[in-house]
């Protein structure tokens, strides 16, 4: 069976850093985008960034851009989001989630086929 695992949110100072982690079990990366979402209390869920796994091209959602940077590593079991200069507004349950496809396309939420449970991430002094 397909599971996917996050892990290293936690309570971090405005300003901090984070890094998360998406671990498979059960596959390999060789044939699936993965992508981060989050979802903060009372709102939807949204695409944060993805990475392809046939070129290792990514895409960042405009809120994150020249902050937070995916990527991988060499076995392709792992994925790691690496959350620099948090804010406030960061705050959020963090989601991995894989595509069926391996061309990071759209951070689309119905695009994605299987999901990990999520991870908390709070920012707050």
């Known amino acids: 069976q397909l599971q996917l695992v996050e892990s290293g949110g936690g309570l971090v100072q405005p300003g901090g850093s984070l890094s998360l982690s998406c671990a498979a079990s059960g596959f390999t990366l060789d044939y699936y985008a993965i992508g981060w979402f989050r979802q903060a209390p009372g709102k939807e869920r949204e695409g944060v960034s993805c990475?392809?796994?046939?070129?290792?091209?990514?895409y960042y959602s405009d809120s994150v851009k020249g902050r937070f940077t995916i990527f991988r590593d060499n076995a392709k079991t792992t994925v790691y989001l690496q959350m620099n200069s948090l804010k406030p507004d960061d705050t959020a349950v963090y989601y991995c989630a894989a595509q069926g496809g391996p061309l990071c396309i759209t951070l689309a939420t119905m695009a994605y086929d299987y999901w990990g449970q999520g991870t908390q991430v709070t920012v707050s002094s």
């Open positions: 990475i392809s796994s046939s070129d290792g091209s990514t």
